[in-house]
Nanobody, 121 residues
């Protein structure tokens, strides 16, 4: 069983940067693909970024490409999301997710509790 705990959310201004972190407990962290999702009020949860177990393959939603960077440290069991040039439309609750079946799996098996990111104009 994997437990995920996010941190790093907060209130920032347009154009600011923020770094989200997710700490994972449990075994075999490196075998899990990891992802970051977000859900804005009144909208469906959407995938923002995804990274394979060995960090060789990464995916970004078009809306964040070039601004967000996902990374992981398998020795520390952490995955991070560096968010630059933040926009008001990035405001959402951000969730860390783990895919037990790997990068090609589309359905996460484990979720964090979420962390709020608010971008003020």
């Amino acid at each position: 069983q994997v437990q995920l705990v996010e941190s790093g959310g907060g209130l920032v201004q347009v154009g600011d940067s923020l770094r989200l972190s997710c700490a994972a407990s449990g075994r075999s962290f490196s075998s899990y693909a990891m992802g970051w999702f977000r859900q804005a009020p009144g909208k469906e949860r959407e995938v923002v970024a995804k990274i394979s177990g060995g960090a060789r393959v990464k995916y970004y939603a078009d809306s964040v490409k070039g601004r967000f960077t996902i990374s992981r440290d398998n020795a520390e069991n952490t995955v991070s999301l560096q968010m630059n040039s933040l926009k008001p439309e990035d405001t959402a609750v951000y969730y860390c997710a783990a895919y037990r079946q790997g990068y090609l799996d589309n359905t996460p098996d484990h979720w964090g509790q979420g962390t709020q990111v608010t971008v003020s104009s």
